[in-house]
């Protein structure tokens, strides 16, 4: 069983960074990991994927050259590093893990998921 940790959320103005983490424990790190968010009110949606080695990133258009997704399979942590930050970036941040190399947009695709962590931007 997989466990997966966010971190790194807070209240930033417009235009400020953040970086977000999330550290996985309990087994092998042979994932695919990928960042949703969910705003009040609004489905969960796929921000940012990336594969096992790392090779590959996925971004959601409206976060594409602001947002950047990483991953250190050393030390079994994922990052979002999120810079320009505006107020529609606003919502709770969740980790998740799938089995194997593909990254999927769909959070029904995923097999593992944190308790997720606020990010707030305010204008």
């Known amino acids: 069983q997989v466990q997966l940790v966010e971190s790194g959320g807070g209240l930033v103005q417009a235009g400020g960074s953040l970086r977000l983490s999330c550290a996985a424990s309990?087994?092998?790190?042979?994932?695919?990991m990928g960042w949703f968010r969910q705003a009040p009110g609004k489905e969960r949606e796929f921000v940012a994927g990336?594969?096992?080695?790392?090779?590959?990133?996925y971004y959601t258009n409206s976060v594409k050259g602001r947002f950047t997704i990483s991953r250190d399979n050393a030390k079994n942590t994922v990052y979002l590093q999120m810079n320009s930050l505006k107020p529609e970036d606003t919502a709770v941040y969740y980790c998740?893990?799938?089995?194997?190399?593909?990254?999927?947009?769909?959070?029904?695709?995923?097999?593992?998921w944190g308790q997720g962590t606020q990010v707030t931007v305010s204008s």
């Open positions: 998740a893990a799938v089995r194997g190399l593909t990254v999927t947009t769909s959070p029904g695709g995923y097999d593992y």
């Open positions: 309990g087994g092998t790190f042979s994932y695919a």
């Open positions: 990336i594969k096992w080695s790392g090779s590959n990133t």
